[in-house]
């Protein structure tokens, strides 16, 4: 059977097995891969995608489905706009290669390839919605198209929907001589299907139904980038969105019970009592009816075509009551049924507002518009929006998995790197996300100035209690690396500007003779002091004898 796409290696890498040490235990799957076991014979496999993939594609359309809520959408929203925010025109995502340990030249090619795939995928114009569709979905595929000349790199990254494709890890299995079955080598694709992996019901039995046919894509050709949060026990990749699924259930169905309760409740409503006599009950009957019918006065708007129609012979639970009443009643009377008395309780449904909200990470905080904005110290923010910071960046590196291998792939093929060294670049290198989300700045602000505080006050004892190094380490929590770092940039500085450093040193000399001057007028004062207290004393005693 071909591979559809690409293979590092050629066409006889397209059937490669690769090889794992042999164990009883299947490789560990973190991204959702639906693992088969092959058979023997050329075709003597398939994959069932009925049962696993039937149920994710009923999980992706749920959590588009609840998406569209206007409170689950709002949610999404600060999520997003947070995550991918647009604050100037500085890029959105940039690449830092400052502790890749490699030649200028080979940084500045790594940043460029890195540029031309944010244009590739339209980063700038669409990663708001890129962003949105990974978050939602729980997942994001790519095909990568290479040109025909591998080192001209890839060429076109096309979007795959999610409910289309699936990623199958195939278990190469033998059999010990004592007949324990044994893994001893994987392989991964990609099985694609058109019409998607949802069965057609069969119209002769409806019962039965046909399994999904798909092709084969090679594990090159597709970037999947999931969204990291599996589920321990079925091993399936899950939304963000899933553990806000019977929250924002409850909610709909809450306000649904709210709208119908006030729709019956909120009209006044007559009661009429109708004086029929002794007349007898069929002629009771009609007479309530004639007196209904010529005293009611129903029109309905329509909201479909706009017009105003007569319902007269509908009845709703909206209308007034007719009740006859015999002779030796009172007569005919009209009375008032008043409506419901709590009609603006709404605690229940902030209630599960709340609960929405803490389902998605968001600080509750933002549900009460009329709390503005305020720029204060970092002492003034809520713990809530620290967390929200944190599970920000959480999310963002998931995200930056597309950039790794999109950048790997486009690296492989140019020639510039090879497979081994990329193992060490991606430990090296980060993604830089653009921010807006002040509450870290601050706190970082007030950090350092606690510290600066700290080290002003500790200077004057340095070389007596404590050492340069030791407030490197302890205050400032400088690792080796750092300090060393550091000491090369000021050594570079003193050359490249040694009238800084004069500066400093005139600066210091300053303080220092200032500190004197200031020791030394409170050494006189004291001495005044005590010049005062003796003659005080010494008067006394004279004027004692």
């Not at 694609?192 to 949802?198: D, I």
């Not at 009460?368 to 970092?378: A, M, N, T």
Request: hydrophobic share 35%; aromatic share 10%; proline share 3%.
């Amino acid at each position: 059977m071909e591979f559809f796409g690409f293979t590092f290696g050629g066409k006889k890498a397209k059937t490669a097995v690769e090889q794992v040490i042999p164990s009883v235990i299947d490789p560990e799957m973190d991204d959702g891969t639906q693992a088969v076991s092959s058979s023997a014979g050329y075709y003597g496999y398939y994959v069932d995608m009925d049962g696993t993939v039937k149920d994710e594609v009923q999980a992706i359309r749920r959590y588009r489905e609840v998406s569209l809520f206007p409170d689950v959408d709002i949610a999404i929203q600060d999520i997003v706009n947070e995550a991918i925010p647009y604050e100037d025109d500085s890029p959105l995502v940039e690449l830092v290669s400052d502790r890749l340990e490699t030649s200028d030249a080979i940084k500045e090619k790594i940043n460029d390839e890195f540029k031309y795939i944010l244009r590739l995928l339209k980063f700038n114009e669409k990663a708001p919605d890129l962003f949105k569709k990974w978050y939602v979905d729980g997942r994001l595929y790519h095909n990568v198209l290479v040109d025909k000349n591998p080192n001209n790199g890839i060429v076109e990254i096309r979007p795959i929907e999610a409910t289309k494709i699936k990623k199958v890890r195939e278990l190469i299995k033998d059999k010990t001589p004592e007949g324990v079955e044994i893994i001893k080598g994987v392989k991964e694709y990609y099985v694609y299907s058109q019409n998607g992996f949802v069965a057609q019901t069969n119209t002769a039995t409806p019962q039965a139904a046909t399994t999904a046919q798909g092709v084969k894509l090679t594990d090159d050709s597709v970037i999947f980038t999931p969204s990291g949060f599996v589920d321990m026990n079925t091993g399936a990749v899950l939304s963000y969105l899933s553990k806000a699924l019977r929250a924002a259930n409850q909610l709909r169905m809450l306000e649904d019970a709210v709208v119908i309760y006030r729709l019956s409740r909120a009209p006044e409503r007559r009661i009429f009592y109708v004086d029929v006599g002794n007349l007898p009950k069929a002629k009771a009957e009609q007479y309530v009816k004639d007196i209904m019918n010529r005293y009611r006065n129903k029109l309905v708007y329509d909201a479909k075509t706009g017009e105003v129609r007569d319902d007269k012979k509908y009845m709703s639970m909206l209308e007034d009551f007719w009740m006859p009443r015999r002779d030796g009643g009172k007569g005919t009377e009209i009375t008032t049924l008043p409506g419901g008395q709590n009609l603006g309780e709404l605690t229940d449904i902030e209630y599960f507002q709340n609960k929405l909200y803490m389902a998605l990470n968001i600080p509750v905080s933002r549900l009460q518009p009329e709390q503005g904005f305020s720029l204060g110290r970092s002492t003034e923010i809520s713990r809530d929006e620290v967390k929200f910071q944190k599970f920000i960046g959480k999310i963002r590196r998931k995200f930056s998995e597309l950039f790794y291998d999109l950048l790997k792939m486009q690296l492989l093929l140019k020639g510039i790197i090879n497979d081994d060294d990329w193992e060490e670049i991606k430990e090296l290198i980060t993604f830089r996300f653009q921010k807006d989300n002040f509450f870290s700045e601050l706190k970082n602000q007030d950090l350092m100035m606690a510290r600066l505080q700290v080290a002003q006050m500790a200077d004057m004892y340095i070389g007596k209690y404590f050492s340069v190094e030791q407030l490197r380490r302890n205050l400032f929590q400088m690792s080796d690396d750092e300090i060393e770092e550091l000491d090369k940039q000021m050594d570079a500085e003193k050359e490249e500007h040694p009238e800084w450093y004069a500066q400093l040193a005139a600066f210091e000399q300053q303080q220092e003779m200032a500190q004197q001057q200031a020791e030394m007028g409170m050494q006189q004062q004291e001495m005044g002091a005590y010049q005062d207290q003796q003659n005080q004393q010494q008067q006394n005693q004279n004027q004692g004898a």
